[in-house]
T-cell receptor
Framework: GEDVEQSLFLSVREGDSSVINCTYT??????LYWYKQEPGAGLQLLTYIFSNMDMKQDQRLTVLLNKKDKHLSLRIADTQTGDSAIYFC??????????????FGAGTQVVVTP | NAGVTQTPKFQVLKTGQSMTLQCAQDMNHEYMSWYRQDPGMGLRLIHY???????DQGEVPNGYNVSRSTTEDFPLRLLSAAPSQTSVYFC??????????????FGPGTRLTVT
């Protein structure tokens, strides 16, 4: 199967940490990604992790990958109002034409309250 | 660089009409794709292209045609619009090959309503 699942909504107070979770099913995934979509805009790549890594840190962002459970999470430290957006988890899957075909989750709406 | 551009930003069609959504990129990317975004369903791949002259179907290709005559342009044609095609359409281009990271760059989207 090629399903990527995420919870649909997360509310967090400004200054707290946010954790967005994602599960995927395709074991042939090579890279896993987190994208951010602000209102009225396209998707913007936030970070990615190679499937043989457990963790990746990039400033306020920490990505954790549990390959055994096929679970991916994105932690945002010190969440700010500018972090309010929809966050998409995605996996890229090798195909016969060597293109990383993407499978996206439904997106998690993060709302940051003062 | 303009990145990925899409026109129009908004469009209203009547059932049965046809139209073309335009997409262009100036990053010399080989790979381009079209997605549709519907509430609660994330992005679903419509068609993609791995280079000029080469296209293939994605997850939801019915009712849409594409062609790729140049590296820069990847238009999406709606043959006979239906209300089920009301959606936000995103074009993306990407770099990467083989085992590399496929960093996709997205356009701003076209919001299409079919009445």
């Amino acid at each position: 199967g090629e399903d990527v699942e995420q919870s649909l909504f997360l509310s967090v107070r400004e200054g707290d940490s946010s954790v967005i979770n994602c599960t995927y099913t395709d074991s042939s995934s090579t890279y896993l990604y987190w994208y951010k979509q602000e209102p009225g805009a396209g998707l913007q790549l936030l970070t990615y992790i190679f499937s043989n890594m457990d963790m990746k840190q990039d400033q306020r962002l920490t990505v954790l990958l549990n390959k055994k459970d096929k679970h991916l999470s994105l932690r945002i430290a010190d969440t700010q109002t500018g972090d309010s957006a929809i966050y998409f988890c995605a996996e890229s899957i090798r195909t016969t034409d060597s293109w990383g075909k993407f499978q996206f989750g439904a997106g998690t709406q993060v709302v940051v309250t003062p | 660089n303009a990145g990925v551009t899409q026109t129009p930003k908004f469009q209203v069609l009547k059932t049965g009409q046809s139209m073309t959504l335009q997409c262009a990129q100036d990053m010399n990317h080989e790979y381009m794709s079209w997605y549709r975004q519907d509430p609660g369903m994330g992005l679903r791949l419509i068609h993609y292209s791995v280079g000029a002259g080469i296209t293939d179907q994605g997850e939801v290709p019915n009712g849409y045609n594409v062609s790729r005559s140049t590296t820069e342009d990847f238009p999406l044609r709606l043959l006979s619009a239906a209300p089920s095609q009301t959606s936000v359409y995103f074009c993306a281009s990407s770099t990467g090959r083989g085992e590399g990271v496929y960093e996709q760059y997205f356009g701003p989207g076209t919001r299409l309503t079919v009445t």
